[in-house]
């Protein structure tokens, strides 16, 4: 492994391994936030019991994401020292306010955990939702960094010099909106969908199934919502990419000539030799539609572009077909549920219907991490797009490979650690979160 292929390696893993704390920090707090609210209205104990469950779960997930964020933060600064000495001044912004955010979320929600009984019981809530909408905020900033990446503004870059430096411009450059309403939908498809299939998964096995049913309803729906919406903010995040990124988009489709009429091709064997896509279904007209709204429009390819600017075609295809199907999944769960909601209601008490979420539980996840694969290796070559080479803003400083194992060997320890916390935390339910279970100790125990 050269060192280039390490530092990217890295970054990739850490990147892969902190989206996925991200989102629960963007989504978790408000699913809490929802329960909390249900206990100070209605007065029932089960909703308490499944607020502080849920508050305990995202205390350790969010110690988790801090984790791996910081270690993110150093590695930007270790591995792309020359990306960081040109692009920090110039984005800086946003990374700041996502450290604010990040601040602010840690206290808020160490004033929730530990202010039961203290606090005024409607603040209480309210340091909940701080914790939902500082952990939005710094997700949707992070976002905004990443989207100056992919349209680079703010800036004249002048003689290899970058001049006349607008940070507020660089924060909310072309792509900012739409990357982070993307990435906000997917984040609450994405959380919902997992914590819907777990507790899915808990009620199957017959203990404490009130309460995990409870957990369900605000969970599921949550990620009913976010799947249905989800081809909205995927349609305009296309469109905005083909008008800023054209060459990422002819990836995507493994588009490689030039056409009108152009066809949208769903799956295939990427040939790149041969500029084809084997074994595909393709639509005619299809890709022109749903890029300029006309099924005759002339769509660029990837023979428009120099070939030394092409993305790795075959990883940008297959990544973005990955997201698709399983957000099309995604989007037949739903629709089963919103059937079994309004029209059978008999279907909620199916077991079937149970293990419909619970196999879907990494689905959101599986398109998450795709769909970053298609926003990152389709910018490639490029590390600021159309500015930098990632190539050339690599550190000098050989052995990479080592601190990619190193960084490998901490990813799998804290997974480790992590599965036995949460796996302590679900076995803890009976007696610590649900009342209605004989061997509950309340607080006054």
Not at 96 to 112: K, Q, R
Not at 261 to 275: D, H, P, S, T
Request: charged content about 15%; some cysteine; proline content about 4%.
């Amino acid at each position: 492994m050269d060192d280039f292929i390490a530092a990217r390696s890295q970054m990739a893993m850490s990147l892969a391994f902190h989206i996925i704390f991200s989102c629960v920090g963007m989504v978790m707090p408000f699913m809490m936030a929802i329960a909390h609210y249900k206990y100070l209205t209605t007065k029932k104990e089960i909703y308490k019991g499944l607020t502080k469950a849920w508050s305990k779960g995202v205390a350790i997930l969010f110690a988790t994401g801090a984790v791996s964020g910081t270690m993110l933060s150093f590695e930007l600064g270790l591995l792309f020292p020359k990306f960081m000495e040109h692009a920090g001044p110039i984005f800086g912004m946003p990374f700041s306010l996502e450290g604010t955010a990040f601040f602010i979320e840690a206290i808020a929600l160490g004033f929730f955990l530990y202010g039961w009984g203290k606090f005024n019981k409607w603040f209480h809530w309210f340091c909940g939702v701080i914790v939902g909408i500082s952990g939005l905020a710094s997700g949707i900033l992070v976002v905004a960094a990443n989207a100056w990446m992919n349209s680079p503004s703010g800036f004249d870059f002048i003689n290899g010099e970058y001049l006349n430096i607008d940070p507020v411009k660089a924060m909310f450059n072309a792509a900012w909106f739409s990357q982070g309403l993307h990435m906000t939908i997917a984040a609450f498809c994405a959380t919902g969908f997992a914590v819907s299939g777990l507790h899915a998964f808990l009620i199957l096995r017959g203990k404490n199934v009130n309460f995990h049913k409870e957990a369900f309803k605000i969970s599921s729906v949550l990620a009913i919502v976010a799947a249905l919406i989800s081809p909205m903010s995927g349609d305009i995040s296309a469109k905005d990419v083909a008008k800023r990124q054209p060459i990422k988009l002819a990836a995507m489709e493994a588009h490689f000539k030039t056409e009108k009429n152009a066809e949208f091709v769903l799956g295939g064997i990427v040939n790149e030799k041969e500029q084809k896509v084997n074994y595909a279904i393709k639509v005619p007209g299809l890709l022109s539609f749903l890029v300029h709204s006309d099924f005759h429009t002339e769509v660029k390819g990837l023979d428009a572009f120099p070939k030394d600017e092409w993305p790795p075609v075959p990883i940008v295809h297959y990544a973005f077909q990955t997201m698709i199907t399983f957000g099309m999944l995604m989007m037949a769960v739903a629709g089963i549920y919103l059937i079994a909601h309004f029209f059978k209601k008999e279907w909620l008490t199916k077991s079937w219907f149970y293990k419909l979420f619970m196999i879907a539980t990494p689905f959101g996840y599986i398109a998450l991490e795709a769909g970053w694969t298609v926003t990152e290796v389709g910018r490639q070559p490029w590390i600021i797009y159309g500015v930098l080479r990632t190539m050339d803003s690599i550190t000098p400083m050989p052995g990479i490979q080592y601190s990619f194992y190193i960084f490998t060997f901490v990813f799998i320890t804290l997974s480790i650690i992590l599965v036995f916390l949460m796996n302590r935390q679900i076995q803890m339910v009976a007696k610590l979160y649900d009342p209605e279970d004989p061997n509950y100790k309340s607080e006054k125990h």
